[in-house]
């Protein structure tokens, strides 16, 4: 488990969303704690569907993914998993 906290505009958001995309591409899965609160937790979860959404619609994966919020703010817990077989 690693612990990233920085402060606002060093780039953590857009580490999740490349993260996000390597573990599908790459057929892995990817558990994440986030401290996303309000609109922008919404929008990271967005962002990181449309990011998934695309690499399949491109052939950059075969098998569509998802990401799913698992509990709501003030601490919110998303997951990367496969799509159900």
């Known amino acids: 488990m690693e612990i ?3 402060p606002t505009g060093t780039g ?3 580490l999740v969303r490349v993260m996000a995309a390597w573990f599908a591409a790459t057929d892995r899965r990817i558990a ?3 401290g996303y609160q309000g ?3 919404h929008d990271m979860d967005w962002n990181v569907r449309e990011d ?3 690499l399949h619609r491109s052939g950059s994966i075969k098998q569509k993914r998802t990401y799913a919020h698992l509990m709501s703010s003030p601490g919110c817990t998303t997951a990367l998993s496969n ?3």
């Open 12 to 14: 953590k958001s857009v």
């Open 4 to 6: 990233l906290n920085a």
């Open 39 to 41: 609109v922008s937790g």
């Open 52 to 54: 998934l959404d695309h």
């Open 32 to 34: 994440s704690l986030a």
């Open 83 to 85: 799509s159900p077989r």
